[in-house]
């Protein structure tokens, strides 16, 4: 079965710029979850859509944004790119029902650079 | 959500076995103790939970001691693979639909032949 996918693999963009970030979950999986991780850090929670509503909001500014369409995909995009937003976008799924609670399934990230 | 403490970094030989402690001292009740693992340019991965006692599965144990104050995560016999970095989560168990996990810095585990 295929895992969490992200594309895509790295992003190079300038100050200023808008980035969108795209997401699949493993297949059954209603859950999606943002991370940011910057280097030397551990992943900071970004958003969750369960069902396609937002369930949960990190300590992000309006710059962030994200949604989740029917198919429970989901997009992650940056306004206005700071220098600071360079960073491992991670995705992760998951869904009621899992053996083990909190845990969930992420992909291999998303590289973004701002130059 | 409960805060965790754990060692910033251990260095290990292949062949030993290597146990990471995890301080998380505000731990409520509902809460339970996750640990993922996480290799470079790669997302996180779990490896094991639980919630008092002793669990373990074919990748690693976890200690729980009855107060829960704390946990460790014993990895027997790593090899060059295990070279990775460990996080110790605490968090509310149950599905609410909204269970972002919290990260720490984690624990860099480094292996050497």
């Known amino acids: 079965d295929a895992g969490v996918t992200q594309s895509p693999t790295h992003l190079i963009k300038t100050r200023g710029q808008q980035v969108t970030l795209r997401c699949s979950p493993i297949s059954g999986h209603k859950s999606v979850s943002w991370y940011q991780q910057v280097l030397g850090q551990g992943p900071q929670f970004i958003f969750q859509?369960?069902?396609?509503?937002?369930?949960g909001r990190g300590n992000f500014p309006d710059r962030f944004s994200a949604r989740q369409f029917p198919n429970y995909s989901s997009e992650l995009n940056v306004n206005a790119l700071l220098l600071g937003d360079s960073a491992l976008y991670l995705c992760?799924?998951?869904?009621?029902?899992?053996?083990?609670?909190?845990?969930?399934?992420f992909g291999p990230g998303t590289r973004l650079t701002v130059l | 959500l409960a805060k965790t403490t754990q060692p910033i970094s251990m260095d290990s030989y292949e062949g030993q076995e290597v146990n990471i402690t995890c301080s998380h001292n505000?731990?409520?009740?509902?809460?339970?103790i996750t640990w993922y693992q996480q290799f470079p340019s790669q997302g996180p991965r779990f490896i094991i939970q639980g919630y008092k006692t002793k669990v373990t599965n074919e990748v690693a144990s976890l200690f729980i001691p009855a107060d829960r104050k704390s946990s460790t995560l014993s990895l027997p016999r790593v090899s060059l693979s295990d070279t990775a970095v460990y996080y110790c989560l605490v968090g509310e168990w149950g599905w609410t639909g909204n269970t972002p996990l919290v990260f720490g810095k984690g624990t860099r585990l480094s292996v050497i032949a």
């Open positions: 859509y369960y069902e396609k509503e937002e369930r």
């Open positions: 505000n731990i409520a009740t509902n809460d339970y």
């Open positions: 992760a799924s998951s869904t009621p029902g899992l053996a083990a609670y909190n845990e969930q399934f």
